[in-house]
């Protein structure tokens, strides 16, 4: 059974950077294509970054997405926060290899991991 554990999460300062983790066990990274969603107070959840066997890591604004086959773990590098990035972080599996910011695609999800920025 694939099982998702977010980590990282945390209070931090506006300016700092965080590095949030989703390991995964039960399936192998290379198989898999493996997003991270944010999902803001009020707010819908909204598709961040993915992964999967073509796109080792990934860049969009402060966001980058990279992976570990050894640990099998996903990352996400949150830069230069804003109180605006407060939120839950959510991992994601899809089981075929295709990224998508439909979240409605992805078959497993994480627990997710609270991000607060507040000074």
């Known amino acids: 059974q694939l099982r998702i554990v977010e980590s990282g999460g945390g209070l931090v300062q506006p300016g700092e950077s965080l590095k949030l983790s989703c390991t995964l066990s039960?399936?192998?990274?290379?198989?898999?294509?493996v997003g991270w969603f944010r999902q803001a107070p009020g707010k819908e959840r909204e598709a961040l970054l993915c992964v999967n066997k073509g796109i080792v890591d990934s860049e969009k604004d402060r966001f980058y997405i990279s992976k570990d086959y050894a640990k099998n773990t996903v990352y996400l590098q949150i830069n230069s926060l804003q109180s605006a990035d407060t939120g839950v972080y959510y991992c994601?599996?899809?089981?075929?290899?295709?990224?998508?910011?439909?979240?409605?695609?992805?078959?497993?999800w994480g627990q997710g991991t609270e991000v607060t920025v507040s000074a």
């Open positions: 039960g399936a192998a990274l290379d198989s898999l294509a």
């Open positions: 994601a599996v899809k089981l075929t290899w295709s990224c998508t910011a439909n979240s409605e695609a992805y078959d497993y």
